[in-house]
Nanobody, 125 residues
Framework: QVQLVESGGGLVEPGGSLTLSCAAS????????IAWFRQAPGKEREGVSC????????RYAGSVEGRATLSRDSIKNTIELQLTYLQPEDTAIYYC??????????????????WGQGTQVTVSP
């Protein structure tokens, strides 16, 4: 059974940073794409970043390009998303998602099979 658990959200001041963590169980990393999405109040879900488990090829949305870094902690078996220079428009619920795939590249579209419950990120003075 695939399970995704996010953590690391919270309140941060503009210009600050934080690291979100996605703990995945029930998957074989090489066979999956892992992604982070976010959804702000009244807005559609947006793909933030994704990674292919086999090649670790990563993609970033334009809205976070240069401010986001996706990494994997092999000991903790987690995918971590570090966000810097956070602004109020980054306020959203951030979700981790997983999709079994043999593609060469991951997708920032939301057609992922497995989803976590989300973690709230609030950027405010």
């Amino acid at each position: 059974q695939v399970q995704l658990v996010e953590s690391g959200g919270g309140l941060v001041e503009p210009g600050g940073s934080l690291t979100l963590s996605c703990a995945a169980s029930g998957i074989i990393w090489d066979d999956y794409a892992i992604a982070w999405f976010r959804q702000a109040p009244g807005k559609e879900r947006e793909g933030v970043s994704c990674v292919m488990g086999n090649s670790f090829i990563r993609r970033y949305a334009g809205s976070v390009e240069g401010r986001a870094t996706l990494s994997r902690d092999s000991i903790k078996n987690t995918i971590e998303l570090q966000l810097t220079y956070l602004q109020p428009e980054d306020t959203a619920i951030y979700y981790c998602a997983a999709e079994p795939t043999n593609s060469d590249f991951c997708s920032l579209e939301s057609a992922y099979q497995y989803w976590g419950q989300g973690t709230q990120v609030t950027v405010s003075p």
